[in-house]
């Protein structure tokens, strides 16, 4: 699947990922091919994988704050739910924070969670094959995975 492919079914989300637009987006990538199923799968992996870095990651949660008034850090979950809104926003979003960490602040706020994207390549393989994805993407998705992205952390 094309990244033009990719970022055209990410725009029937309307920037949100929701629950209905998430299934919405399950049901029409399911009427695809298994390849292009697949080929989506890559593309959501590669494009939350690039937003894990430390310069997104260490941001706080915009609307939280510890007892002691100190920024309350991302969980690990939070941070991917916040990739996950970024890149349901859309491909102009998704580039811009690549350029001004700033726009990705709004994504780390408690009210913007993009995790039903999560489950939207798995959704579409079993609408369409009938049965359990059990397929590994070549880039993990999971926080702190992308070690060019938190050079700290590597041995």
């Known amino acids: 699947m094309t990244w033009a492919d990719f970022w055209a079914l990410i725009a029937t989300l309307n920037g949100q990922a929701t629950q209905v637009n998430c299934q919405y987006l399950a049901e029409e990538l399911s009427r695809r091919s298994v390849p292009e199923i697949i080929g989506f799968s890559e593309r959501h992996a590669e494009a939350l994988y690039r937003l894990d870095q430390e310069r997104f990651g260490s941001l706080p949660v915009l609307d939280l704050t510890a007892r002691d008034g100190r920024p309350f850090p991302q969980s690990a979950d939070a941070f991917l739910y916040a990739r996950c809104a970024v890149v349901a926003a859309g491909q102009a979003v998704w580039e811009s924070v690549f350029f001004d960490v700033d726009k990705f602040v709004p994504y780390t706020s408690t009210e913007c969670d993009g995790e039903w994207l999560l489950y939207v390549p798995d959704k579409a393989y079993e609408l369409a094959v009938g049965e359990e994805c059990n397929r590994s993407t070549r ?15 590597r041995d």
Do not use: F, M, Q, T
């Open 139 to 153: 880039y993990c998705l999971e926080s702190y995975s992308n070690v060019d992205g938190w050079p700290h952390l």
